[in-house]
Nanobody
Framework: QVQLVESGGGLAQAGDSLRLSCAAS????????MGWFRQAPGKEREFVGA???????YYADSVKGRFTISRDNAKNTVYLQMNSLKPEDTGVYYC?????????????????WGQGTQVTVSS
């Protein structure tokens, strides 16, 4: 069982930066793929990026070059550094975990989810 708690959301202006954190419980955190998803009002939850235990990463095209995912296995925490924020980045951001998702972009592959943290970017 893995429990995930996100933090770090808030209000930002276009061009600003925010860093989200996702703290995980569980002794085998390092073996999980950790994903970040977001959901804007009236839209489906979409993939943002993910990181493997080896720290290899994969990003959605919409955030590539602006967002960076990292993890600290000693602290059981994964981070989402968001730079050059845009109004279209607004949404609730969720972290997710799975031992071996077949498709990192598909939310149905992840077994564990946090409660989400709101990010609002104004123009």
């Amino acid at each position: 069982q893995v429990q995930l708690v996100e933090s770090g959301g808030g209000l930002a202006q276009a061009g600003d930066s925010l860093r989200l954190s996702c703290a995980a419980s569980g002794r085998t955190f390092s073996s999980y793929v950790m994903g970040w998803f977001r959901q804007a009002p009236g839209k489906e939850r979409e993939f943002v990026g993910a990181i493997r235990w080896s720290s290899s990463t994969y990003y959605a095209d919409s955030v590539k070059g602006r967002f960076t995912i990292s993890r600290d296995n000693a602290k059981n925490t994964v981070y989402l550094q968001m730079n050059s924020l845009k109004p279209e980045d607004t949404g609730v951001y969720y972290c997710a975990a799975d031992r071996n998702p077949a498709d990192w972009e598909f939310r149905g592959e992840y077994d564990y989810w946090g409660q989400g943290t709101q990010v609002t970017v104004s123009s």
